[in-house]
């Protein structure tokens, strides 16, 4: 097929949210606080996990990594994001595709992580007794690599595919670098990229929520069969903040993925990827600090002692 139109591209503008430019002051300062509250929760998160000898097990330890993984997220969308805002909308192409990618191993990541810790969740709940030898430091580790390096493979060749593609603009129509408005740009036929991407999807996406909901029909069984009303209680509570952000990220990801692309406008589209994005690493903290009296506990103790010091 002749392929027509190409252009010399070395940079992107990204068009953000065309808006007045009070607006864009507002969300503006939004976003710069949003941002730095999700860092300064998600850091909290990671430094009590980390100096506090009683959360030092398995469920915490991939806690403090999800905190990791999406405080590394938000800084990859939320700081080119207050730029555009500002009015300096030129990124490198270069910049772009490093954008692009972070954006995808990290958010693949995530969903990786949550259905480890759901696994976790199970044999906690279904194999107490064996817990403690199954889920060892190293296999919480070795597990932590996998849901890393799994997305790494999958998106570095992704990334290989996208760079190799001709463009026919350099305008994305979007807030920040997203493979979908990149793919607008390509002069060619995307049918194997698009063909690539469902394949990825399948290993990041459908595995893990299928792995998730294959153990959480094991977990609500075995709290089932639970005599006590006040047992069943306390053994699902210790499931209910990892239930609210698997809900979170996974519903986000699904209905952008299954929504008819023509119900939306390009605005509404882009305020959707917004929420989606910002909305995970914001609550986590949030979620994990009301429901859980330990972390909740951990962070009295170190208030206290900061106290004594001052």
């Known amino acids: ?14 068009q953000g949210f065309p808006s007045s430019p009070v607006v864009c002051d507002t969300i503006f300062v939004v976003l710069l606080l949003i941002y730095f509250v999700t860092l300064a929760g998600n850091f909290l ?21 999800l905190s990791l993984l999406e405080t590394f997220g938000i800084s990859a969308i939320i700081p080119q994001l207050l ?20 954006y995808f191993v990290i958010s693949s990541s995530c969903f990786l992580l949550l259905s480890a810790m759901s696994v976790d969740r ?17 296999l919480c580790v070795t597990l932590v690599g996998i849901c890393v390096m799994i997305p790494f493979i999958l998106h570095s060749c992704m990334l290989d595919i996208l ?54 029909i094991f977990i609500v069984y075995k709290i089932v069969m639970i005599p006590s009303i006040k ?21 986000s990801a699904i209905f952008i993925q299954i929504r008819p692309s023509k119900s939306y406008s390009i605005e509404t589209d882009k305020i959707i990827n917004l929420v989606s994005t910002d909305l ?5 903290p949030f979620i994990y600090t009301l429901r859980n009296q330990r972390v909740k506990d951990s962070i009295s103790d170190a208030i206290k002692s900061i106290k004594l010091f001052v």
């Open 163 to 216: 760079v190799k593609l001709p463009l026919c603009g350099y305008i994305i129509d979007h807030f920040f670098c997203d493979s979908t408005a990149i793919l607008k740009l390509v002069c060619v036929d995307i049918t194997f990229f698009i063909l690539s991407g469902i394949i990825s999807s399948i290993f990041i996406l459908v595995i893990p929520l299928i792995i998730i909901v294959i153990s959480y």
């Open 83 to 102: 730029f555009v805002l500002r009015g300096n909308k030129l990124v490198s192409l270069g910049g772009c595709y490093t954008q692009c990618y972070i």
């Open 1 to 14: 097929m002749e392929i027509t139109n190409i252009t010399k591209v070395s940079y992107f503008i990204l």
């Open 122 to 138: 199970y044999l906690a709940i279904c194999s107490p007794l064996r817990y403690p030898t199954i889920m060892t430091h190293n």
């Open 45 to 65: 998160m990671i430094i009590i996990i980390w100096t506090d000898y009683r959360l030092h097990s398995p469920m915490y330890f991939f806690l403090r990594n």
């Open 280 to 284: 995970a690493p914001l609550l986590n």
């Open 231 to 251: 047992g069943r209680q306390k053994t699902f509570s210790t499931c209910v903040s990892h239930l609210t952000m698997v809900s979170i990220v996974f519903g």
